[in-house]
């Protein structure tokens, strides 16, 4: 046994080294905020940042565009047309056949157009 004990550096043997060793391995592994943790928090802020910095961008380009189709009635068109592919107004021809509808019948469809 004294052979093992005389094998142990002194620094080991000091009541304070150990305390302190035992402080920096508690802190290191099992505390609530070890290493690891503050590791993977650092990365999530990260991560989080990039998708502020993201969100900020877009927000920036959505007031530019609401503020570019507030402006003229042909940006509106413009947009529609590019972001939700609408076609342009287009004025739709009915051509009736006076032989296939009747006199009145035809007065009260042309009414409802």
């Given at each position: 046994?004294?052979?093992?004990?005389?094998?142990?550096?002194?620094?080991?043997?000091?009541?304070?080294?150990?305390?302190?060793?035992?402080?920096?391995?508690?802190?290191?592994?099992?505390?609530?905020?070890?290493?690891f943790t503050q590791y993977?928090?650092?990365?999530?802020?990260?991560?989080?940042?990039?998708?502020r910095d993201y969100f900020k961008d877009a927000i920036e380009q959505t007031k530019k565009d609401l503020n570019e189709l507030a402006s003229s009635p042909a940006s509106i068109e413009k947009f529609a047309r590019e972001k939700y592919l609408m076609k342009k107004?287009?004025?739709?021809?009915?051509?009736l056949c006076k032989s296939l509808l009747k006199r009145k019948h035809r007065n009260r469809f042309l009414k409802q157009l």
């Open positions: 046994m004294k052979k093992i004990y005389k094998k142990i550096p002194n620094w080991l043997k000091n009541k304070y080294a150990i305390t302190i060793l035992f402080f920096i391995v508690w802190l290191t592994f099992f505390d609530k905020n070890d290493f993977q928090y650092r990365k999530q802020l990260k991560s989080l940042e990039t998708d107004m287009m004025r739709i021809f009915l051509f």
